[in-house]
């Protein structure tokens, strides 16, 4: 079974082209424009083993918000349109990463009810072009889109490149174990019979 799903979507702030296979190995290229969210997606792609082509086209001279909330937008539909009914899959996953100094986790329920929770005292500024302050709008637009409850905490950390980079490593980590098939599961694992609504 390949869970893959394509998706584009134009608006006037940001043109997106998306396509992601869940069964992968990391394989793709990720150009939005914005150096530093290209190297957090190449992350998620990395220990996601999630096969990631990301192309967009944003309205850069106004700054980074809408590419990074909008590219958010674009991976979570996806997502969702890749995990179908959901059945099979192992629906949650956690982890917790260190990067130096910094340390983050992430747990993840595939529920169907979007909900992010997101604990972090960021250092203000900007790197690569990436405001630190979208890192909870990324992951925001992405848990609302996935449809899922997303719970991300960067628990140390003084560097905020580590401190990011640990929150998306964490992230692709819980998504990898929550999206997962498990070959003990004959059906959708919830008492509602459902995990799309």
């Given at each position: 079974?390949?869970?893959?799903?394509?998706?584009?979507?134009?608006?006037a702030e940001t043109d997106v082209r998306l396509t992601?296979?869940?069964?992968?190995?990391?394989?793709?290229?990720?150009?939005?424009?914005?150096?530093?969210?290209?190297?957090?997606?190449?992350?998620?792609?990395?220990?996601?083993?999630?096969?990631?082509?990301?192309?967009?086209?944003?309205?850069?001279?106004?700054?980074?918000?809408?590419?990074?909330?909008?590219?958010?937008?674009?991976?979570?539909?996806?997502?969702?349109?890749?995990?179908?009914?959901?059945?099979?899959?192992?629906?949650?996953?956690?982890?917790?990463?260190?990067?130096?100094?910094?340390?983050?986790?992430?747990?993840?329920?595939?529920?169907?009810?979007?909900?992010?929770?997101?604990?972090?005292?960021?250092?203000?500024?900007?790197?690569?072009?990436?405001?630190?302050e979208l890192t909870e709008e990324f992951f925001r637009?992405?848990?609302?889109?996935?449809?899922?409850?997303?719970?991300?905490?960067?628990?140390?950390?003084?560097?905020?490149?580590?401190?990011?980079?640990?929150?998306?490593?964490?992230?692709?980590?819980?998504?990898?174990?929550?999206?997962?098939?498990?070959?003990?599961?004959?059906?959708?694992?919830?008492?509602?019979?459902?995990?799309?609504?």
């Open positions: 079974m390949m869970r893959t799903a394509k998706i584009d979507r134009r608006t992601l296979g869940l069964e992968g190995a990391g394989d793709g290229t990720r150009e939005t424009g914005i150096g530093f969210l290209d190297h957090m997606l190449d992350l998620l792609a990395r220990h996601g083993r999630i096969d990631l082509d990301v192309t967009v086209s944003g309205d850069l001279q106004t700054g980074a918000h809408h590419t990074a909330e909008d590219t958010a937008i674009v991976l979570g539909q996806a997502l969702d349109a890749a995990l179908g009914e959901r059945e099979g899959i192992v629906r949650y996953g956690w982890a917790t990463i260190p990067m130096d100094e910094a340390r983050a986790s992430c747990a993840i329920d595939i529920s169907g009810r979007p909900f992010t929770l997101f604990e972090a005292e960021l250092p203000p500024g900007s790197t690569g072009g990436f405001e630190h637009a992405f848990a609302n889109a996935a449809k899922l409850t997303l719970h991300v905490r960067v628990e140390t950390g003084t560097n905020a490149h580590h401190m990011i980079e640990a929150t998306f490593k964490a992230f692709a980590r819980a998504l990898r174990a929550a999206a997962a098939i498990d070959p003990t599961e004959t059906g959708i694992p919830s008492t509602k019979g459902t995990l799309t609504a």
